[in-house]
């Protein structure tokens, strides 16, 4: 195991767990050391610091331990054993509610691992060179796990890992296959397209706000948009909902949105799905038309270079939401955004409030769920953020 040196002074966020080290950190970047291989890391004057995943680029190392722990089946075992612990004391691993987050990254101690269950499924993402070259040993873990019941482990990398490792992963079943693709949440059946669809297949992180949303859903009229595969909307009509608009840009979510609605709510005729873009469809609106309105876009800034155009990019969109919401109404808006903190999203929306003169409310601040867990020593891993307005 090849040994990587930090400069002075440079050991401080690991002696506070910190889990990532940037390659500004290190003395030298060794030429002898591949993508994803297991390192050891030590201080300046040689102390350990732990073992962790090499890759190129600016996170140099992700800390798996900051012991000498042995990186095996074991670490594995134990570690996804205790991911399974935390959502069991949830309450998430129910009849009613078979998709959850089993491993977020950082925030179970896992690194550059995602994995996501939708009944008997495992849907797994590695966000690093090195959980993708484990993914067989990670897979293996998870269809042995006592009181998993997972018999299949679909891997879907090809969009997370960096471009730059030349990994040229493939999609696919590593155990199982022909798997159900129908999955519970709450009670709400939702189809899951982890072939196709975006991240592992559906949204898991906004299941707490859902429920909320449907405890305010009752005899509105609700847009939802960048609705996807309609999580917000099945929610809604559930609530009681008088009538629930759908629009996405994309034409095979409206379609995925609209089966996951008649799976739930056979023949209901207070749903719509519109496949348009969403502020022209927003500019269309006639105002007050909508007492209730969801504002949850894909991230408007995946990196720090597209912050500023970000913030524009939310500032916008949540004028438009708050211009034509009616009044006594509701805007449920979010940013996935990781780049983006939590200040400056609360200052984009406070910007948009401001510009279209009305008196606005926060009567929520919302987050991510606890299946996907933030890391005390790694704040950046509180990537949602929310707030619900009340609008006069």
Same mark, same amino acid.
């Given at each position: 195991?090849?040994?990587?040196?930090?400069?002075?002074?440079?050991?401080?966020?690991?002696?506070?767990?910190?889990?990532?080290?940037?390659?500004?950190?290190?003395?030298?970047?060794?030429?002898?050391?591949?993508?994803?291989?297991? &390192?050891?890391? &030590?201080? @300046?004057?040689?102390?350990?610091?732990?073992?962790? !995943?090499?890759?190129?680029?600016?996170?140099? &190392?992700?800390?798996?331990?900051?012991?000498?722990?042995?990186?095996?089946?074991?670490? +594995?075992?134990?570690?996804?054993?205790?991911?399974?612990?935390?959502?069991?004391?949830?309450?998430?691993?129910?009849?009613?509610?078979?998709?959850?987050?089993?491993?977020? %990254?950082?925030?179970?101690?896992?690194?550059?691992?995602?994995?996501?269950?939708?009944?008997?499924?495992?849907?797994?993402?590695? !966000?690093?060179?090195?959980?993708?070259?484990?993914?067989?040993?990670?897979?293996?873990?998870?269809?042995?796990?006592?009181?998993?019941?997972?018999? #299949?482990?679909?891997?879907?990398?090809?969009?997370?890992?960096?471009?730059?490792?030349?990994?040229?992963?493939?999609?696919?079943?590593?155990?199982?296959?022909?798997?159900?693709?129908?999955?519970?949440?709450? %009670?709400?059946? +939702?189809?899951?397209?982890?072939?196709?669809?975006?991240?592992?297949?559906?949204? &898991?992180?906004?299941?707490?706000?859902?429920?909320?949303?449907?405890?305010?859903?009752?005899?509105?009229?609700?847009?939802?948009?960048?609705?996807?595969?309609?999580?917000?909307?099945?929610?809604?009509?559930?609530?009681?909902?008088?009538?629930?608009?759908?629009?996405?840009?994309?034409?095979?979510?409206?379609?995925?949105?609209?089966? @996951?609605?008649?799976? @739930?709510?056979?023949?209901?005729?207070?749903?719509?799905?519109?496949?348009?873009? =969403?502020?022209?469809?927003?500019?269309?609106?006639?105002?007050?038309?909508?007492?209730?309105?969801?504002?949850?876009?894909? =991230?408007?800034?995946? !990196?720090?270079?597209?912050?500023? #155009?970000?913030?524009?990019?939310?500032?916008?969109?949540?004028?438009?939401?708050?211009?034509?919401?009616?009044?006594?109404?509701?805007?449920?808006?979010?940013?996935?955004?990781?780049?983006?903190?939590?200040?400056?999203?609360?200052?984009?929306?406070?910007?948009?409030?401001?510009?279209?003169?009305?008196?606005?409310?926060?009567?929520?601040?919302?987050?991510?769920?606890?299946?996907?867990?933030?890391?005390?020593?790694?704040?950046?891993?509180?990537?949602?953020? %929310?707030?619900?307005?009340?609008?006069?």
């Amino acid at each position: 195991m090849k040994t990587l040196k930090l400069k002075r002074g440079k050991e401080d966020s690991l002696l506070r767990f910190h889990p990532w080290v940037f390659s500004g950190a290190l003395v030298s970047m060794p030429d002898d050391v591949a993508e994803g291989e297991i &390192v050891r890391v &030590v201080s @300046n004057d040689g102390a350990l610091m732990g073992l962790g !995943h090499f890759q190129i680029g600016s996170i140099a &190392v992700r800390m798996l331990t900051f012991g000498d722990e042995p990186v095996d089946d074991s670490f +594995f075992r134990t570690r996804l054993a205790d991911a399974l612990r935390l959502r069991k004391a949830l309450g998430l691993a129910r009849p009613d509610n078979t998709a959850y987050r089993l491993v977020h %990254g950082e925030g179970d101690f896992l690194p550059g691992l995602v994995v996501d269950i939708y009944g008997p499924t495992a849907v797994m993402q590695a !966000h690093s060179p090195g959980m993708h070259l484990l993914r067989e040993t990670i897979a293996r873990q998870l269809v042995a796990l006592e009181g998993l019941d997972v018999t #299949n482990v679909y891997y879907k990398s090809d969009t997370t890992l960096p471009f730059k490792a030349g990994l040229n992963p493939e999609n696919g079943y590593l155990i199982g296959g022909d798997a159900p693709t129908v999955a519970t949440e709450n %009670g709400l059946k +939702f189809n899951i397209d982890w072939l196709r669809g975006q991240k592992t297949g559906f949204f &898991v992180d906004q299941r707490d706000n859902r429920t909320l949303l449907r405890s305010y859903s009752h005899g509105r009229k609700v847009l939802n948009m960048f609705c996807y595969t309609g999580g917000f909307s099945v929610y809604a009509l559930d609530g009681g909902a008088e009538l629930v608009h759908s629009v996405d840009s994309s034409a095979k979510a409206v379609t995925l949105t609209e089966a @996951n609605v008649e799976m @739930n709510f056979p023949g209901d005729t207070r749903h719509r799905a519109y496949a348009e873009d =969403a502020f022209k469809f927003l500019a269309s609106v006639e105002d007050g038309a909508y007492d209730l309105i969801v504002l949850d876009p894909p =991230a408007f800034a995946k !990196h720090r270079s597209a912050l500023r #155009n970000a913030l524009r990019g939310y500032q916008k969109l949540n004028a438009a939401g708050i211009a034509k919401v009616a009044p006594g109404g509701l805007v449920f808006t979010f940013s996935c955004s990781q780049a983006v903190s939590r200040e400056q999203f609360r200052l984009a929306v406070f910007s948009a409030a401001a510009q279209t003169g009305r008196r606005v409310r926060i009567l929520h601040q919302l987050t991510q769920p606890a299946d996907h867990p933030v890391n005390i020593y790694h704040p950046e891993g509180e990537y949602l953020k %929310g707030l619900v307005l009340y609008v006069e």
